[in-house]
């Protein structure tokens, strides 16, 4: 493992001006549940790592409401997530998420900025960002730019943050009273699951019952995790019914296999793929939030 120069800080400041000073030799830690993996693993060969814990600056964790938009601080634990009442009212799919990962343990540590900011293919907290239209806060001592997630990954495990940035946070406008928003995860088992492949849904429902602003966003079924404009426009102005909901399960197996290419679990992911996605609108539609 190579050697880590550790930097306990005070204050968000302090560890932007030393993710300033060190930049590409410098990491954050947030919960360490990536990290610390990411670490081990790494050769005693490479230069030190300056390593800026950020789990003493308190402003960065929280929940809070500011009128109908949610905002979120980026070390917000995914056990504060599951267990907010402002999510359970205005984003239900992202507490969803939150509470679907791994175990009480990782979710007591794991952070939603760590979360987003690892880029993993199966993260869970960003397919619903992404249905949420979430813009986060990328901060640096050159100040802080609020990007659209969409645009934040770049590629699995990379994304468009900066040597000298840090996420501070992130907002989005609370789902309204005529929206609904699902996710549904497939894990390799019930508990302690890195996702196989994860969906979030949200619309409107207008007065006669049609979908509209339909998202749709999966991870772990394309490599980089993203919203399927074409699965989204199959279910536009539909009222879900049978046929539209079949005609956007085989555009997301489609677009599956475009990206992915044919490989051995192509014939078991197919099928999988579409039932899921029929999973999470049909919770959608009963208003299963
Ligand atoms: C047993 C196990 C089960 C897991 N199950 C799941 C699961 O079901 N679903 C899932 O999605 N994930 C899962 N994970 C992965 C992990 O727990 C999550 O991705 C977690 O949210 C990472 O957050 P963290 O705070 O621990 O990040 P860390 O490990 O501290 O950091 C991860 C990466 O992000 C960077 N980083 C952290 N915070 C910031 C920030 N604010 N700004 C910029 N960069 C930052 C770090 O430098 C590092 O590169 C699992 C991990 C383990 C070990």
Redesign the pocket.
């Known amino acids: 493992m190579r050697r880590i120069r550790f930097h306990s800080v005070r204050s968000l400041k302090e560890a932007l001006e030393i993710r300033a000073r060190c930049r590409e030799e410098s990491?954050?830690?947030?919960?360490?549940?990536?990290?610390?993996?990411?670490l081990r693993l790494e050769s005693a060969s490479l230069p030190p790592l300056d390593l800026i814990d950020?789990t003493t600056i308190g402003s960065?964790r929280g929940v809070e409401w500011d009128a109908g938009t949610i905002r979120i601080g980026?070390?917000t634990?995914?056990a504060d997530l599951e267990r907010s009442r402002i999510l359970a009212e205005g984003a239900p799919l992202l507490a969803a998420?939150a509470a679907?990962?791994?175990?009480p343990q990782?979710r007591n540590?794991?952070?939603?900025?760590?979360?987003i900011?690892?880029a993993?293919a199966?993260?869970?907290?960003l397919p619903p960002l992404l249905a949420l239209d979430a813009r986060l806060l990328l901060s640096s001592t050159r100040g802080t730019r609020e990007v659209d997630v969409r645009d934040f990954v770049r590629s699995p495990y990379r994304t468009i943050?900066e040597p000298d940035?840090?996420?501070?946070g992130m907002s989005f406008r609370a789902l309204r009273g005529d929206e609904r928003g699902v996710f549904v995860?497939l894990?390799r088992r019930n508990a302690?699951?890195?996702?196989r492949m994860g969906i979030a849904c949200a619309a409107a429902f207008t007065s006669g019952g049609s979908l509209t602003n339909v998202r749709v966003a999966a991870g772990a079924v394309v490599p980089t995790v993203r919203r399927f404009p074409t699965v989204e426009r199959c279910l536009e102005g539909t009222r879900g019914d049978p046929a539209s909901i079949a005609a956007a399960g085989i555009a997301l197996s489609e677009e599956m296999v475009r990206e992915t290419g044919r490989r051995w679990s192509t014939p078991y992911k197919e099928p999988v793929v579409r039932a899921m996605l029929r999973k999470a609108l049909a919770a959608m539609m009963e208003g299963r939030r």
């Open positions: 990491a954050v830690l947030a919960g360490g549940t990536d990290l610390l993996v990411a950020l960065l980026a070390l634990t995914h998420a679907s990962v791994g175990s990782i540590r794991g952070t939603i900025g760590g979360n900011a690892n993993a199966c993260a869970d907290t943050l940035e840090i996420v501070t995860k894990g302690l699951s890195v996702s």
